[in-house]
């Protein structure tokens, strides 16, 4: 009797649990319950759950993910781009349910990268191919903008969009190499104009000193008694000796026959 009240036991157990199943839901995670292929209007939070047998869960994943993907688009100026782009987002816990009644689970190929896709497109034309690289917080934020302005991200936060890479054609980069040498080359020259500038108003100040200075001295001789005060300083300078040699008609250094 012991034996068969014990196997008893043992079967309304397992006829328990099979008649009521249990889930367990992770951390960070949500679980979709659905009956008959029906959404049920209960979402599971994390832990432990009793479940009805006939009911089956779906569990997604609500913390932030990342997703990278590469766009192709032409600027402003209609210069070809290749866009590489990140983004972080998580599923907006309340929208669980709408977004598996949406998708089944397959969200990201069917709503996120085509969200991406026409956003870099849509906010890459806004700008000059200058502008993409002048202005990369401004592209980032237009793209972010277009991109929660989606229908298909109703069901996400996104948390943060980076731009990862910029790629132009051959041509474009041949232009922008061109382009920066010529301004580098400009700004060498204007360089070299400034100096030579500034040599030129350098000597132009030393001749004017040297001009004043010379001025200043023939002042001073003319207030000091002219030609009298001119040979009173050869004089003094003189060693004593008389030249070798005379030019005919010459006076004698320092003798004035007239006086």
């Excluded at 890459?124 to 903008?145: G, P, S, W, Y």
């Amino acid at each position: 009797m012991k034996i068969l009240a014990i196997i008893g036991s043992v079967l309304a157990l397992i006829l328990i649990v099979a008649l009521s199943p249990f889930t367990l839901v992770d951390a960070g995670h949500r679980s979709v319950l659905t009956k008959f292929g029906q959404v049920q209007d209960e979402v599971l939070g994390e832990g432990f759950h009793f479940i009805s047998p006939l009911a089956s869960p779906h569990e997604y994943d609500i913390r932030t993910q990342k997703v990278e993907a590469n766009a192709s688009a032409a600027s402003k100026d209609l210069q070809n781009v290749q866009t590489r782009i990140a983004v972080n987002f998580h599923i907006n816990p309340d929208k669980v349910r709408f977004l598996f009644q949406e998708t089944q689970g397959g969200y990201q190929e069917t709503l996120i990268d085509p969200a991406v896709q026409e956003s870099v497109k849509a906010a890459t034309a806004q700008f000059t191919a200058d502008e993409l690289v002048t202005k990369r917080q401004e592209v980032k934020e237009t793209i972010r903008t277009a991109l929660t302005s989606r229908e298909a991200m109703k069901f996400f936060v996104v948390e943060d969009v980076s731009i990862v890479n910029f790629s132009f054609s051959e041509s474009f980069n041949n232009a922008i190499e061109a382009k920066v040498k010529a301004e580098q080359d400009a700004l060498a020259s204007k360089n070299k104009l400034e100096q030579t500038k500034y040599e030129a108003e350098q000597k132009v100040v030393a001749a004017t000193a040297e001009a004043e200075s010379i001025r200043i001295q023939a002042q001073a001789v003319t207030q000091q008694g002219g030609k009298d005060y001119v040979q009173l300083q050869a004089i003094q300078k003189w060693n004593g000796q008389l030249p070798n040699q005379f030019v005919p008609g010459s006076a004698l250094p320092f003798i004035n026959l007239n006086q």
